[in-house]
């Protein structure tokens, strides 16, 4: 079946560096894909949407210079948090919509830790 | 804005119970429902969605749109049913962007 894979899945940086984090399709195309942040106990949320060849679509409160989203290929998604503080360490989760059957397929996350 | 709620952190049931996992949504239009899945340490995953109106591993879920909830039911739990789940919603025409609830823990115990 279709994979997402994301990368690293483990990550700890220290307070003020940044971290990318990469979502990739293994064997389908994604013109869309979607960042969602997830808080300990919590529900995911919807962080934006990622566009192949145009700006990411961010959500309410989501600060756009801070989580830096590019798409630049049909199957690569990347998210850096920059200048990373501890209040941004959180489980990262990235999905990716098959282009040609509309489905969607989640990576299994990466953990950032940020000292 | 759309909002799924789900009410239930935590449910527990023994093997062979019926079990249910309540969800309830709101949104102005016509929403796509969806119930998505995660078993311990892996990835998130769709168990089903309220077009499709099927049955995945002996779990079914009915839209109701007078009350707005998308329930998910099973008649005789399994001890590998235990996970989190997620209800979701997705507006129409909005490419599978997705506004989950807070997820319910299900624990089967033996």
């Known amino acids: 079946g279709a994979v997402v894979s994301q990368h690293p899945s483990r990550v700890i940086c220290k307070s003020g560096t940044s971290v990318k984090i990469e979502c990739r399709s293994l064997?389908?195309?994604?013109?869309?894909m979607f960042w969602y942040r997830q808080f300990p106990k919590q529900s995911l949320m919807l962080m934006a949407t990622?566009?192949?060849?145009?700006?990411?679509?961010?959500e309410q409160g989501v600060e756009k210079d801070k989580f830096l989203i590019n798409h630049a290929s049909l199957t690569l998604s990347t998210l850096t948090v920059t200048s990373a503080h501890p209040e941004d360490s959180s489980f990262y989760i990235c999905s990716a919509r098959d282009m040609t059957t509309g489905e969607l397929f989640f990576g299994e996350g990466s953990r950032l830790t940020v000292l | 804005a759309q909002r799924v709620t789900q009410p239930e952190k935590l449910l527990s049931v023994f093997k062979g119970a019926p079990v249910e996992l309540k969800c309830n949504y709101s949104?102005?239009?016509?929403?796509?429902l969806f119930w998505y899945v995660q078993y311990s340490r892996q990835r998130l995953q769709l168990l089903l969605r309220?077009?499709s109106r099927e049955s995945i591993k002996g779990f079914t879920a009915d839209l109701n749109k007078g009350e707005t909830s998308f329930h998910l039911k099973k008649p005789f739990a399994q001890e590998e049913d235990s996970a989190m789940y997620y209800c979701?919603?997705?507006?129409?025409?909005?490419?599978?962007?997705?506004?989950f609830g807070s997820g319910t823990q299900l624990t089967v115990l033996p």
């Open positions: 990622s566009n192949e060849g145009s700006k990411a679509t961010y």
């Open positions: 949104y102005s239009g016509s929403p796509e």
């Open positions: 979701a919603l997705s507006p129409s025409g909005s490419a599978r962007q997705l506004t």
């Open positions: 064997d389908f195309q994604a013109t869309t």
């Open positions: 309220h077009i």
